[in-house]
């Protein structure tokens, strides 16, 4: 069955500094991979997806995440993380089991230091 | 374009009454929606899956006379919380798959129904 783990239930960095999110699956084939960011209080946005072809993603609001397959990691990065990145994140692959469910990690808060 | 808007965005209510929160793709025709539940700093619950014309999907553990989900047309879905209790209170959140992304796992969120029942 498929999974999603994200190692880290939170983390923090001061703001300037880079910053890598670690997201592991476990899915039968190929998968689509996505990062899901969420203010308080507020919904999910898709910050980038990866469907197929190059293994680096560039997203929306400076992230971009690398596919690789030998390891069954999708981690997100950013060289400079701003104050208002922070928030929670969110890894997450399509389900198998019909319905078009997705499975999403348990998510990892990010903290940001000045 | 894929905006999913949620109403209310706040609702407080008083234990044993009802209520009602509507999902809506605003730009696109979304075959299915997706309901979540989410706790304090606690990942998504997926609650139920939800298709236009035909009746949800419920998670297991999910109380479908509790939970009332209608999917009416392709651009609406609600969630009908009935006889609500303290511990319903929560954060809910609906998604939308679009008719051209279904097959990817794509999904659009809303942004979220503060539900708190006193």
């Known amino acids: 069955a498929q999974s999603v783990t994200q190692p880290d239930i939170h983390i923090t960095v001061s703001e300037g500094a880079s910053l890598e999110l670690r997201c592991n699956y476990s899915?039968?084939?190929?998968?689509?991979l996505f990062w899901y960011v969420q203010s308080p209080g507020q919904g999910l946005q898709l910050l980038l997806k990866y469907f197929s072809g190059d293994t680096l993603v560039q997203g929306i609001k400076g992230f971009e995440a690398e596919f690789k397959r030998s390891q069954s990691s999708f981690n997100l990065r950013k060289p400079s993380v701003h104050w208002s990145d922070a928030a929670e994140y969110f890894c997450?692959?399509?389900?198998?089991?019909?319905?078009?469910?997705?499975?999403f990690g348990a998510g990892t808060r990010l903290f940001v230091k000045a | 374009g894929a905006v999913v808007s949620q109403h209310p965005s706040r609702v407080i209510c008083k234990s044993g009454t009802s209520v009602k929160i509507e999902c809506r793709s605003l730009?696109?025709?979304?075959?299915?929606m997706f309901w979540y539940r989410q706790f304090p700093k606690k990942s998504l619950m997926l609650m139920a899956t939800?298709?236009?014309?035909?009746?949800?999907?419920?998670e297991q553990g999910v109380e479908k006379d509790k939970f009332l989900i209608n999917h009416a047309s392709l651009t609406l879905s609600t969630l009908t919380v009935t006889s609500a209790h303290p511990e319903d209170s929560s954060f809910y959140i609906c998604s939308a798959s679009s008719t051209r992304d279904r097959g990817r796992g794509e999904q659009y969120f809303g942004p979220g129904t503060r539900l708190t029942v006193t």
């Open positions: 899915y039968g084939a190929t998968p689509y």
């Open positions: 730009d696109f025709q979304a075959t299915t």
């Open positions: 997450a692959v399509p389900g198998n089991t019909g319905g078009f469910k997705t499975i």
């Open positions: 939800s298709n236009e014309g035909s009746k949800a999907t419920y």
